[in-house]
């Protein structure tokens, strides 16, 4: 599995350093967020992150028609957006196609505060939409090609399934998950927005990403993705000191990434307890080291991440503290999809 990941991080990187796709950060990340451990399940996770960025993106572009001038309107359905999307991650059968479609619904909501003109905007939005399909495609055909053949499932009686959760509309612990996390998310919007240090907007992703059913299972999340962005963000450090001022082709970049990626894919295909670590180790690496097309030592990169993570944690678990607890009690099944 850390072969298929370095392959297809390769790869991705050649192609965006060669045509210079923006946010290369994001297409050499997409190659970790959607490789499983075998064929069928990395598939599935490729098509539902297809159909949840071109549904949000989608969306976003419509609701902007509305939304564009009006903050009054955008930031309410940012929260609505992430509310939804948690609150359907958990009644849904198909809950990651859910979350998928609110977290990318909000988060490009949330990108007219950067933008000059709705001409840039929706080049924006487009280019968002290449920079995550294209490193799902090259990602699924890697581990069609190379993954050891999925077992054959035995034989066993059908059941018919149904698209919602038994006590989807009954139990209030679903609703109050997504206003725990809608509120979570929105206060870190409304921090970095009020401080004009929108570099932090990580608090906001992270809120949303390390958020699981019980408080418990939350903190652990939130300590793994602390110490990975911690480890990822150190080797970006020495990356940038030590070797990209002396970098000159895209080869360089290879080995470089290649070996960030190589360290990053071993924990990440490990042990359940450690693996989400071992995403936020290459998400913070890619962050540091792709900051051009043109070798780059800005370090203001790495402190913004690790603050707005730090932030994003610090807030979640109040929020997840104080308001409607909820204890253990099957948070395990919704890490595995997260």
């Known amino acids: 599995m850390t072969l298929r990941l370095v392959l297809g991080v ?48 989608a969306m976003s572009l419509f609701f902007y028609r509305y939304t564009f001038d009006y903050p009054e309107l955008r930031i309410p359905g940012m929260a609505a957006s992430v509310f939804a999307g948690m609150f359907f991650s958990r009644v849904f059968a198909i809950g990651p196609l859910a979350f998928a479609i609110g977290y990318v619904l909000a988060v490009t909501q949330s990108m007219a505060e950067s933008v000059r003109n709705t001409d840039e905007l929706v080049r924006g939005l487009l280019w968002l939409w290449v920079l995550i399909v294209f490193p799902v495609a090259i990602t699924v055909i890697i581990n069609q090609t190379l993954s050891p053949t999925d077992p054959k499932p035995s034989a066993s009686a059908k059941t018919k399934k149904s698209l919602f959760v038994p006590d989807a509309f009954t139990n209030p612990n679903y609703v109050r998950f997504g206003l725990k996390v809608a509120l979570a998310a929105m206060s870190c919007y409304i921090m970095y927005m009020a401080l004009d240090w929108p570099g932090i907007r990580t608090a906001f992703i992270t809120c949303c990403f390390i958020a699981l059913e019980s408080t418990e299972a939350t903190m652990r999340k939130a300590r793994l993705r602390l110490a990975g962005c911690a480890i990822g963000g150190l080797l970006g450090f020495l990356a940038i000191l030590y070797l990209v001022p002396c970098m000159e082709t895209i080869v360089s970049l290879v080995l470089l990434t290649a070996a960030g990626a190589a360290l990053a894919g071993w924990v990440a295909a490990g042990s359940p307890r450690i693996a989400y670590a071992g995403l936020q180790i290459a998400l913070a690496f890619f962050m540091c080291i792709f900051q051009g097309f043109a070798p780059d030592t800005h370090f203001a990169t790495i402190r913004n991440r690790v603050v707005g993570i730090v932030l994003g944690i610090l807030v979640s678990a109040v929020v997840f503290q104080y308001l409607w607890p909820e204890r253990e009690a099957g948070g395990e099944r919704r890490a595995a999809n997260s």
């Open 10 to 57: 390769v790869v991705v990187t050649i192609i965006s350093m060669a045509l210079q796709t923006p946010l290369t950060w994001i297409s050499a990340y997409m190659v970790f967020f959607v490789a499983k451990e075998n064929r069928v399940i990395t598939t599935l996770t490729g098509i539902g992150l297809f159909l949840g960025a071109t549904i949000g993106i």
